[in-house]
């Protein structure tokens, strides 16, 4: 072990620069042949037909791919259904008795569910949704809490063909309701509450204020979280209870069989503009494509790893890495309701040694809260149960990387930095831990099958060593199939940029070496906490208060956030710039979209800098807030503004 409390983490960065996968990891991994990559690359169609192989299929598909640029389809004519993969497989080989899920309910509350108690669960769900009339290609929409019945009810869904659309619970009543009119969803399921930091969340509460001029929504199922949450739960004429609907059904349900192609889910992601879009994934290709990263990343054994993903299931990490791929590998999996610090910042340490967690999946804004809160967190815990670490949802500073590495992963685990999207569904770049050499701050290479390239602004590769827009240049089985109701949209957004090639929105670099370095959003959209926010929104939301004539929004660094949304505003005449009303305003933001796209700041000006053209330029407002030389401001209207804000600015950091 290389654990050595005394060194610091920047000393440790200084000595090494590459971790080589342990011999003893490589020796037990599902992939220790680098030779994966080249049979993978010769024929890339073959490779995840042989993945596609493992699932259970209703019928095998004729064709393994449809490439008509920029739409695949993936394995055509065959039919399977998600919730078979992840459920009545494994109990039909007998491993029903196996625990799905160990849930760790925020005040200490636990459940242990089976693979035969998730399947019974699930049917029973099932049953309740088609006693709504629900049936396929039907709309669901879950504002729901961690909780096995949020999976559960995922799953459901996948049984009778309905199309889900889990909605964090972390949103607004506004972007739930948006989201709901967008799919025209017929039922919302929900619950009485939850619990987060010691308090009860009331989520019907939200929803009925997120139902007014929602008509296509017929009936909304509640679920009750129990003990101690006294909200009031359902009452109104479209509320069903969860345990009068679900619980008396039977325990049995067969499973629609699904064609290939059939939608899954929508998942709504910020964009460029100011309305979310509602990607959307299919049975066939997403399952195959989590299964294959879920088995290889991850390295799971399901007969005895414990893994633990601490996504929410309302953001695609979990969609991907705690229902579907997981799952589908029939792996022990631990699921936890709250915040990582409450009642104390080892909650996460406590749960890793009481379940003895092996393989650890999270984002590095949490690694970085982890190491400000103390190394005596995880110290008093016993963490040897962990073989194998994980973070993804923004770049990883290196210093965070390493402190992850020692003081959690005790300096004998290899670490997976994975990139990748909603929109790509499955992880798309990241080390395989029984083969790459990781290099803290990189998430190496391309998954065996995937192929990504750098372009320069021109659409001119970048080869070698060099840096450019990240692009990927060949179709994968989990990739989006569209963007729900807009189909414009799909291609203007990911695939008009560069000429057949999808763009995914990222700048990188790559190293003499071949390891890509994801460097970051390069349009406008920002990521706060590992989530995706879009400057676009959150301007819409301050322009909506009474107040504001006029807003720009820019992400600037944030010691823990990664990045953190700052507004300058321009107020309307009669309004004073006073700090109860900036409040006001920042509060404003997070009642239409959400706590976390709450500003960090609200700056007002008098102006903003344009182009002679009036466009906003946002680069000179993060020089402002960054505190940076200013750029070029040649193409200013009115360079006189510039000085005014950064005067500003300086005053409120002061
Ligand atoms: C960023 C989350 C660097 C990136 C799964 C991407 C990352 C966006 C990484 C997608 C990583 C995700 N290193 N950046 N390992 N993983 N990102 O849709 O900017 O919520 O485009 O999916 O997060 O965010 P999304």
Redesign the pocket.
Same mark, same amino acid.
């Given at each position: 072990m290389s654990q050595d409390p005394a060194k610091t983490i920047h000393t440790l960065l200084e000595e090494k620069r590459s971790f080589p996968p342990p011999p003893e990891f490589t020796a037990q991994a599902n992939a220790s042949d680098p030779g994966i990559y080249d049979l993978a690359e010769r024929d890339f169609e073959a490779w995840w037909a042989g993945w596609a192989e493992k699932l259970d299929w209703d019928r095998k598909w004729d064709r393994v791919l449809e490439w008509d640029p920029p739409r695949a389809k993936w394995f055509l004519g065959g039919r399977l259904n998600a919730s078979v993969q992840c459920l009545d497989r494994h109990v039909a080989a007998g491993r029903g008795d196996r625990v799905a899920f160990h849930f760790e309910g925020e005040p200490g509350d636990t459940r242990t569910l089976t693979y035969a108690d998730m399947l019974a669960g699930v049917c029973r769900v099932a049953n309740g949704l088609k006693a709504l009339g629900i049936g396929k290609g039907d709309r669901v929409t879950l504002y729901m809490p961690m909780v096995p019945e949020l999976a559960m009810t995922v799953l459901a869904c996948a049984r009778i063909g309905a199309i889900f659309s889990v909605v964090f619970a972390g949103f607004s009543a506004v972007s739930l309701r948006d989201r709901i009119q967008d799919q025209g969803a017929r039922l919302v399921v929900t619950a009485d509450g939850c619990w987060r930091r010691g308090k009860v969340l009331d989520l019907k509460a939200v929803v009925d204020e997120a139902l007014r001029g929602c008509d296509t929504v017929e009936k909304v199922l509640v679920w009750r979280r129990g003990e101690g949450v006294t909200t009031a739960g359902p009452g109104g004429p479209k509320d069903v209870e969860w345990s009068e609907l679900v619980d008396p059904q039977p325990a049995e349900c067969p499973p629609e069989s699904m064609d290939a192609e059939d939608v899954l889910f929508i998942l709504y992601?910020s964009g460029t503009t100011g309305k979310p879009k509602g990607i959307y994934h299919t049975h066939g290709g997403y399952l195959t494509g989590t299964y294959a990263t879920s088995n290889l990343v991850f390295d799971l054994k399901p007969d005895r790893d414990v893994f633990w993903c601490t996504a929410d299931i309302g *953001?695609?990490?979990g969609h991907s890495y705690i229902v579907f791929g997981p799952m589908a590998n029939g792996v022990t999996q631990v699921m936890y309701e709250g915040a990582p610090n409450h009642p104390a910042p080892d909650r996460f340490w406590e749960l890793v040694e009481k379940y003895r967690v092996s393989v650890f999946y999270t984002a590095p804004t949490a690694i970085r809260a982890f190491m400000k809160w103390g190394d005596e967190h995880p110290a008093r815990h016993d963490l040897s149960s962990l073989r194998l670490l994980g973070?993804?949802? !923004?770049?990883?500073n290196p210093e965070a990387w390493v402190w992850y590495h020692e003081r959690i992963g005790g300096g004998r685990c290899p670490i997976v930095?994975? *990139? *990748?999207?909603? !929109?790509t569904g499955m992880i798309m770049?990241t080390p395989l831990p029984g083969i790459t050499a990781t290099v803290p701050g990189s998430?190496t290479r391309p998954f065996p099958g995937v192929q990504a390239r750098l372009f320069d602004d021109r659409g001119r590769e970048v080869e070698g060593a060099g840096g450019g827009y990240l692009v990927l240049t060949r179709p994968w089985p989990a990739m989006l199939r569209g963007i729900w109701g807009d189909e414009a949209r799909y291609e203007a957004t990911y695939w008009s940029r560069f000429d057949g090639a999808y763009f995914?929105?990222?700048g990188a670099k790559r190293d003499a070496e071949g390891n890509y370095w994801?460097l970051?959003?390069v349009d406008d959209?920002m990521?706060v906490s590992?989530?995706?926010l879009s400057t676009m929104e959150i301007e819409s939301a301050l322009v909506d208060h009474h107040a504001v004539a006029e807003a720009a929004v820019i992400g600037v660094h944030h010691e823990l956030k990664g990045q953190a949304p700052v507004g300058f505003v321009i107020l309307r005449s009669g309004f004073e710039p006073t700090p109860e009303l900036n409040e006001e305003i920042r509060n404003h933001v997070a009642e239409l979209i959400g706590g976390l796209a709450r500003p960090e700041k609200v700056i007002f000006t008098p102006e903003l800098p344009k182009t002679r053209s009036g466009k906003i330029m946002r680069r000179l407002l993060r020089d402002v807030a960054e505190g940076k030389a200013l750029g070029d401001t040649t193409t200013l209207a009115d360079p006189g503004v510039l000085a005014g804000l950064k005067a500003e600015y300086e005053t409120k950091e002061g």
């Open positions: 992601t *953001w695609i990490t973070t993804v949802g !923004e770049p990883i930095d994975t *990139w *990748w999207q909603t !929109e770049i998430a995914p929105g990222d994801i970051g959003r959209v990521n590992g989530h995706r």
